[in-house]
């Protein structure tokens, strides 16, 4: 995938205030109108504008795109950071999915999922008549260990804003956030209040932060479900043995059966995510082999060649 220059398709600098952008875009779309336009590549050039402006024209997506970083260039190959837009503070209801998908993959993979699914305005009058405020929407990293027993964590957002010039930057705010036990990645915590304001007294709008985790070195997340790789030795595998595994709520003695193969999984019940019900964690055993760096263990590994009518391809025909 192409990294593309939005402010290079625009024919503006990155530093341009946002009534240059609306102007730049103005110009250029009357000159590449397909309607009107002679250009051979009207209709390509067009629907470049139309999606360098749909990014630069909102301060929040301009300031999410912006620090990605300028050392990209255009036709680049790209694919977005992990997580780079986390935390991140949009409004809902930008656009919709439909409009997202008929813009480039470029912009598919950084706004297109979720940033179609905001929860936007609730209840619109401007005839007098309180209208509550806009609803914002942000995706947070915690630890598992937050989601496994419950914490309370200091976040930070990052808010565009417009200064008096046009020009966009971000601004910090920090909310402390009771994260609940049980949360799993793609729940949504809602923080009443602490979206846009209402007008004319009508409440202000809800804070929903997506909930992502953070990688964490033992194990992975599936839902509630967790994910352990375990190293076992060839006769523990062989044979059979009792072997310390660590699990979210302490380490235990493991029963692995004899005659087990690397890839087998064993499943340890309620000991993932907790909830109603909560979730499992499944054991996947690796058979790991002692090095051969020694000359008594490599008689050792000649010893069992010699031993054992063993053809691990057998299954392949060959």
Do not use: C
Not at 46 to 53: D, Q, R, T
Not at 72 to 96: C, S, V, Y
Not at 244 to 260: A, Q, Y
């Amino acid at each position: 995938m192409e990294f593309k220059d939005y402010y290079q398709i625009m024919g503006v600098k990155r530093d341009a205030t946002q009534d240059e952008i609306k102007r730049a875009y103005r110009k250029l779309a009357r000159k590449f109108h397909p309607d009107v336009s002679k250009e051979s590549d009207a209709e390509r050039r067009f629907k470049e504008l139309g999606e360098a402006y749909e990014v630069l024209k909102d301060p929040e997506k301009r300031a999410a795109y912006d620090q990605l970083g300028a050392n990209w260039k255009a036709g680049q190959e790209f694919h977005p950071p992990p997580d780079w837009d986390a935390g991140f503070e949009f409004r809902g209801g930008g656009f919709t999915a439909g409009d997202a998908a008929a813009f480039s993959d470029f912009f598919e993979s950084l706004f297109g999922e979720h940033m179609a699914a905001g929860h936007g305005v609730k209840g619109a009058d401007f005839r007098g008549r309180q209208v509550q405020g806009e609803d914002h929407h942000a995706r947070v990293l915690i630890d598992l260990e937050d989601a496994l027993h419950g914490a309370t964590r200091s976040i930070t957002l990052h808010a565009p804003m417009v200064d008096e010039r046009g020009q966009v930057s971000t601004r910090e705010r920090k909310l402390n956030v009771r994260i609940p036990q049980g949360v799993k990645p793609g729940q949504h915590i809602r923080l009443a209040n602490q979206g846009s304001p209402g007008a004319l007294g009508g409440r202000a709008g809800d804070l929903y932060l997506e909930i992502e985790f953070r990688p964490h070195p033992l194990y992975r997340v599936d839902g509630r479900d967790l994910h352990l790789d375990l190293p076992v030795a060839p006769w523990e595998a062989a044979l059979g043995a009792s072997v310390k595994t660590p699990t979210p709520g302490g380490t235990i003695d493991l029963k692995v059966p004899p005659g087990s193969s690397g890839g087998r999984k064993l499943r340890l019940k309620g000991r993932g995510i907790p909830g109603d019900p909560p979730g499992d964690l499944y054991v996947n055993l690796l058979v790991a082999l002692p090095a051969a760096d020694t000359a008594e263990a490599k008689e050792a590994y000649r010893a069992m060649e010699r031993k054992f009518a063993f053809n691990p391809r057998s299954g392949l025909g060959v």
